[in-house]
Nanobody, 128 residues
Framework: QVQLVESGGGLVEAGGSLRLSCAVS????????IGWFRQVPGKEREFAAA????????NYADAVKGRFTISRDNAKNTVFLQMNSLKPEDTAVYYC?????????????????????WGQGTQVTVSS
């Protein structure tokens, strides 16, 4: 029903920036929460940020708050994750994920089990 495709990953030095993109297709753009998760091999996938496409509300994990910004471009059906002041511990595969929501002004959940649609991931590597 919904397809998500991530792009924009790469290799950057500590302190640098990257912008990830999540292209959303196959659904009504304004009726979903889109979140970003990240995963290091051998560790659990962890929540990074989410945006409610209905009302635009955002929430962030403490580890990325103040450095990462999630945003949307309705005309392009795309969600972005701007990552600044990157640290080596930000190194991970970053996934965008989504679930349908009629609650336009509620914050996206941090629970990965609530997300029904997942992209394939894009690698972010931060060197020291």
């Amino acid at each position: 029903q919904v397809q998500l495709v991530e792009s924009g990953g790469g290799l950057v030095e500590a302190g640098g920036s990257l912008r990830l993109s999540c292209a959303v297709s196959g659904g009504t753009f304004g009726s979903y929460v889109i979140g970003w998760f990240r995963q290091v091999p051998g560790k659990e996938r962890e929540f990074a940020a989410a945006i409610n496409l209905g009302g635009g509300s955002t929430n962030y994990a403490d580890a990325v708050k103040g450095r990462f910004t999630i945003s949307r471009d309705n005309a392009k059906n795309t969600v972005f994750l701007q990552m600044n002041s990157l640290k080596p511990e930000d190194t991970a595969v970053y996934y965008c994920a989504g679930y349908y929501s009629s609650r336009a002004f509620h914050l996206g959940t941090t629970r990965e089990s609530a997300y029904d649609y997942w992209g394939q991931g894009t690698q972010v590597t931060v060197s020291s």
